[in-house]
């Protein structure tokens, strides 16, 4: 497989290692960089080839998408966060490119989503949703034709997770001592204002009940055992709970490890026999 990849941060780097140890090596690496840091990433992927040989001398790096397509890549994987969804994921699809889309989230922005399916559907290319740092998204996804769906998610993760975002303005994440939900609200609204942290919620509402009607809650709490994901679906067919428990990237507190073996699983089943 050709594969691509959209950024180059904690998932690219920690899936290119976890597609090595698992003996899978693709037969070409492209990278879209951000424009301007190509140099930047290509020192960053030739100190990691010290741990995936595959990347010694072997990636290619491009600062847009015409260079990520002309290195005819059979998939591509977006890891680049909802910025790098909007700049350069259309073209791909129009291309005719399937596409993993990490960055789920984005598509709480209707007018992105729209653009999105619109690339898609003229460049016959398929738009790839990995279950990311949750689970039981096919039984979610299942149930949804039956209609009636309740489904409430809850991502509660150590204050430090939720530097940088508005959960600064509502606690002092430093002195923290208790449990907090500081939002609570739509999946629409949560994936749009905390596009590091509830890509999850987006990737719930796609599967079920949809951007409004998804509730979501989110949680600072110093007690965490780590990235913390729970929630209860109710239906006319079935109910059910998942209850996750995520160790968070060495790379970025804010993504569970999870997350990165989502996306290893769906480039896996490209090439699998047996797809599961
Ligand atoms: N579906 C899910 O369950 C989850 C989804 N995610 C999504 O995955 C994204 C990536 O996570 P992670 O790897 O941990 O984050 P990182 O911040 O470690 O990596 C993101 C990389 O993408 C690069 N980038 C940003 N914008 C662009 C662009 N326009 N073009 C090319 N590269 C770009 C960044 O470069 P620079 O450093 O220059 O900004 C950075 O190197 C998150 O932002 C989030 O949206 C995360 C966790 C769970
Ligand atoms: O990886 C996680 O814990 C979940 C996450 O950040 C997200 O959904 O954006």
Redesign the pocket.
């Known amino acids: 497989m050709r594969l691509g990849l ?7 780097a920690t899936l290119l290692g976890l597609l090595e140890r698992t003996g899978v090596r693709p037969a070409h690496l492209a990278v ?3 424009p301007g ?1 190509g140099a930047t990433v290509r020192a960053r992927i030739a100190a990691d080839a010290a741990d995936v040989p595959a990347l010694a001398g072997a990636a290619t790096v491009v600062e847009d998408a015409a260079g990520l397509l002309g290195c005819a890549p059979d998939l591509v994987v977006e ?6 969804v909007a ?2 994921v259309p073209a791909i699809l129009r291309a005719g490119v399937d596409l993993v889309l ?4 984005a598509m709480s922005d209707a007018a992105l989503e729209a653009s999105l399916r619109a690339a898609a559907t003229e460049g016959g290319a398929r738009i790839i949703l ?1 279950a ?3 689970g039981g998204i096919d039984l979610l996804a299942a149930l949804a034709p039956a209609g009636g769906l309740e489904v409430i998610y809850r991502g509660s993760k150590p204050p430090r997770a939720w530097a940088g975002t508005p959960a600064e303005a509502a606690l002092d994440l430093d002195t923290l001592t208790e449990r907090r939900v500081f939002f609570q609200g739509s999946a629409r609204e949560a994936a749009r204002d905390y ?2 942290n509830a ?2 919620a987006a ?1 719930l509402a796609l599967a079920g009940a949809g951007f409004e009607a998804t509730r979501v809650e989110l949680i600072a709490d110093p007690a965490a055992a780590g990235n913390m994901h729970s929630y209860e679906v109710r239906s006319p067919v079935a109910n059910y709970r998942m209850e996750i428990e995520n160790l968070p ?1 060495a ?2 507190a ?3 490890v999870s ?1 990165v073996y989502s996306v290893l699983r769906e480039v896996r089943n490209r090439m699998a026999v047996v797809a599961i």
Do not use: M
């Open positions: 959209i950024g180059y941060g904690n998932i690219a879209l960089a951000r840091s890891c680049a966060g909802h910025g790098g700049a350069h990490v960055s789920v989230g990995p990311g740092a949750v596009p590091k890509n999850v990737t990237s790379g970025n804010k993504t569970s997350t």
